[in-house]
């Protein structure tokens, strides 16, 4: 029997204050990694096990230097990020074979405050991210 020794890809939580974007003042950024990137959705909340489908926002890729930095000023006067969680997740499912593309991607995630299922899913009007007990 063989192992694979590689770390599993990892996934962060970040708390967004002060964009200049954000009316509310505060959301979540979720970076999951795929690779040289972290794919990235906005959450007006955090997913709460067995709760519902929270509505995010799909952004642009951020660097991988986000899934290490405890936090920090971002760049271009876009407010202040700090990490409330991390850890590695693993895929259960998905619409394509490479993360980065996919519609659909249900993910088991080990962090701190979020763990269990998460299931990321493009809808009529962005995205639902529904985290479940695994």
Known sequence: MTT???PPPRFAILEHTGAPDDATG???DLLVETGAA???WRLMELPVADAGPVAALELPPHRL???ERLEGAVSGGRGHARR???GGYRILS???SDPAAATLLVLEIAGSILAGRLR???VADGWAATLSRA
């Open 84 to 86: 409330l969680d991390a």
């Open 65 to 67: 230097v986000w899934l």
């Open 26 to 28: 505060r959301h979540f």
């Open 38 to 40: 972290c794919r990235t």
């Open 120 to 122: 990321l899913e493009s």
């Open 94 to 96: 998905g619409d394509a």
């Open 4 to 6: 694979d020794p590689s």
